[in-house]
C-alpha cells in the first residue's frame, strides 16, 4: 500500500520518537503557560532574557507604525528596505567585518553559505554533530561531502588529505545539543595548513560568548582570515528573528548573487530588523546579562555534580543531562512536569541514538532561585527514575 503514514506514525511512537508540540500561552520567559499548566521552563533559546523586553517590543512596534508589516518582496526586487539595511551595517560593525547579510532565518542562512560557495568538483567537510541545517546544506550542495569525528582535528586532517576542489570546513562555534565550544585555533590551523575555508555556525555564542557578546570569535580572539564565513541566527540570544553571514564584500556579494535561499525568499518583516536593532544595542552593552549567566551556569553544574548527574562538558548555557535512552529522557522531563517544570527531552534523529538527554538551557531572565527549584526537583524526579528502560528499536 502506497504512503502507508499509519504504520510510520505507529512505529515512531513505539520507539519513544513521536514528537508532541507544547502549546505555549504566554510570551517567552521562565514563566510559562504551556498547555493550560504554569510552568518553570528551561528550554528556550532566548538566553538573554530579550524576547520579551519592553524596549525590543517598543522598537517592533514603532518600526511597524513607520514600515508597515510585509518585507513586500525578496531583495533583489524591492523587499530590502531600510531597516534591513541599517541592521546590516550594524552586524558589521558588531562583527568587525566589512560586511554582514540578513536571511530570513538560520537554516536558510546556512543552505544559502554553503550551496553558494560550492558545487560538484568541491568538498566539503563538517563536524559530524553539527546542526541538521549544515548537514542538509552539506547535501545539497552536490560537492562531496563527509563528515569528521566532533571537534576532532586529527580526524579533519585525514579528511582533508582526500579533499578536491573548494573545500569548506563546517562547525557550529557551540554545539547546539551538547554545549561545548569548538575548538576553532586547532581547526583553523589545519584548514589553513589545507588551504580550506572555514565556515562556523555560531547561533548559541552569539550574545553568550565574548566582552561584547560577539561569540566565539570574539572569545577566542581569531580573525576573517581564521573564519572567513561567519555565521550567526537572531532567534536565539538576540530575541527576536532571522540570521546574518558575515564577512569580506565580495564573500557578501557572492551570496546575493548565488545564494538561492536567500534570492527566492520574500524579506523578512522591515519591524523584526527594527526590533533586532533594539536587541543588539542590549545585547553588546548590558554585559551583566552574561555575568548572570556565568553565575547560573556555575550554580546549575555544582548542584547538578553532586547529585552525581552526568553533565557534559559545556562552559554554556546549553547543559543537557545524558539520559540514553530516549524512554529514560522522556520519562524524566514528565516527572519534572510534574513538578512545575518545563525540560524538553531531546531524542535520535536530532541527537545520535543512544545518546538521548534533557536539554536544559539557562537564561539570564532565570533567577538563582529559579535554578534551585530545577535542582530540587531534578533530585525527587531522578529517585523516580528506573535505573533502566531499554527503547524499541527504531528503523534508521
Ligand atoms: C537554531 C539553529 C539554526 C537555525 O536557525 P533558525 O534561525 O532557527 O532557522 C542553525 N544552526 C544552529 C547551530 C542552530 O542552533
Known amino acids: 500500500m502506497p504512503f502507508d503514514l499509519s504504520t510510520r506514525l505507529a512505529e515512531r511512537r513505539a520507539a519513544h520518537l513521536y514528537r508532541k508540540r507544547p502549546l505555549l500561552e504566554a510570551p517567552q520567559g521562565p514563566r510559562v503557560v504551556v498547555d493550560g499548566e504554569q510552568l518553570l521552563a528551561f528550554c528556550s533559546n532566548d538566553y538573554l532574557g530579550l524576547a520579551n523586553h519592553p524596549l525590543v517590543i517598543e522598537a517592533f512596534v514603532e518600526g511597524a507604525r513607520r514600515w508597515g508589516v510585509g518585507g513586500g518582496a525578496s531583495h533583489l526586487v524591492i523587499g530590502h ?33 554553503v550551496t553558494a560557495l560550492t558545487g560538484q568538483g568541491d568538498t566539503v567537510l563538517e563536524d559530524r554533530l553539527n546542526h541538521a541545517s549544515l548537514l542538509d546544506a552539506g547535501l545539497l550542495s552536490g560537492a562531496r561531502f563527509s563528515r569528521y569525528l566532533h571537534n576532532d582535528p586529527e580526524s579533519l586532517r585525514g579528511r582533508l588529505a582526500k579533499a578536491e576542489g573548494n573545500t569548506l570546513v ?63 541566527t537572531l532567534g536565539k540570544a538576540f530575541g527576536t528573528s532571522g540570521a546574518f553571514v558575515a564577512g569580506s564584500d565580495e564573500l557578501i556579494e557572492t551570496l546575493i548573487q548565488f545564494a538561492r535561499p536567500y ?36 550554580l546549575f553544574r555544582e548542584g547538578a555534580a553532586s547529585m552525581g548527574l ?5 562552559p554554556t548555557p546549553i547543559q543537557p543531562i545524558l539520559l540514553g535512552s530516549s524512554h529514560r529522557a522522556l520519562m524524566l522531563s514528565a516527572a519534572l512536569r510534574r513538578r512545575g517544570i518545563l525540560v524538553t527531552a531531546i531524542r535520535p534523529p536530532t541527537v545520535p541514538r543512544g545518546t538521548a538527554r534533557l536539554r536544559v538551557t539557562l537564561s539570564a531572565a532565570h533567577t538563582r532561585a529559579d535554578v534551585e527549584e530545577l535542582l530540587e526537583a531534578l533530585q525527587a524526579s531522578l529517585r523516580e527514575l528506573p ?10
Not at 558588531?94 to 542562512?109: I, K, V
Request: charged share 20%; glycine share 10%.
Open 170 to 232: 563546517v562547525t557550529d562555534g557551540v554545539f547546539s545539543m551538547d554545549g561545548d565550544v569548538a575548538d576553532l585555533p586547532s581547526i583553523c590551523a589545519v584548514a589553513e595548513a589545507h588551504r580550506a575555508w572555514v565556515m562556523v555556525d555560531d547561533a548559541h555564542g552569539f550574545g553568550c560568548l565574548g566582552a561584547t557578546g560577539g561569540g566565539i570569535v570574539e572569545h577566542l580572539g581569531l580573525s576573517m582570515d581564521q573564519v572567513p564565513v561567519l555565521m550567526g
Open 387 to 396: 535505573l533502566q528502560a531499554k527503547d524499541a528499536e527504531e528503523k534508521p
Open 310 to 314: 552526568e553533565l557534559m562538558d559545556s
Open 263 to 298: 534570492i527566492y525568499t520574500t524579506s523578512q518583516p522591515p519591524a523584526v530588523a527594527c526590533a533586532t536593532l533594539k536587541s543588539l544595542e542590549l545585547l553588546r552593552g548590558e554585559h551583566w546579562r552574561r555575568e548572570r549567566l556565568a553565575e547560573l551556569i556555575s
Open 81 to 113: 528596505s531600510t531597516p534591513h539595511h541599517q541592521l546590516e551595517e550594524a552586524l558589521a560593525e558588531f562583527t568587525g567585518r566589512p560586511r554582514a547579510l540578513l536571511l530570513s532565518s538560520g537554516y536558510m542562512a546556512n543552505l544559502g553559505a
